[in-house]
């Protein structure tokens, strides 16, 4: 049984800096990929970022490219994601989710496992 567990969020001025975790367990995560999505108020499950869990092959929206960076500990099976420069409209619930392979990795429908979500604000 695949586990994700988010923490990390919070409030923080524009501008700001936010760092994401999420504790994967239950499995080896050599075969999946791993990535964060968000949703806002009103809007449909976004991609964000995803990685590679074997290697360092990363993917990103392009609304966060240059301000959100991927990152992992193996050891500990945790991802990371540090967002700087954070704006108004990166207002979300962050979830942390894990999918099989390295196929689709933007499609919201591809992922098999979810987190409880982690809420991020960001004030004008």
């Known amino acids: 049984q695949v586990q994700l567990v988010e923490s990390g969020g919070g409030l923080v001025q524009a501008g700001g800096s936010l760092r994401l975790s999420c504790a994967a367990s239950?499995?080896?995560?050599?075969?999946?990929?791993l990535g964060w999505f968000r949703q806002a108020p009103g809007k449909e499950r976004e991609f964000v970022v995803a990685?590679?869990?074997?290697?360092?092959?990363?993917y990103s929206a392009d609304s966060v490219k240059g301000r959100f960076t991927l990152s992992r500990d193996n050891a500990t099976n945790t991802l990371y994601l540090q967002m700087n420069s954070l704006k108004p409209e990166d207002t979300a619930v962050y979830y942390c989710?894990?999918?099989?392979?390295?196929?689709?990795?933007?499609?919201?429908?591809?992922?098999?496992?979810w987190g409880q979500g982690t809420q991020v604000t960001v004030s004008s």
């Open positions: 239950g499995r080896t995560f050599s075969s999946y990929t």
């Open positions: 989710a894990a999918k099989l392979g390295y196929a689709s990795t933007r499609r919201v429908s591809a992922y098999d496992y």
């Open positions: 990685i590679r869990w074997s290697g360092t092959t990363t």
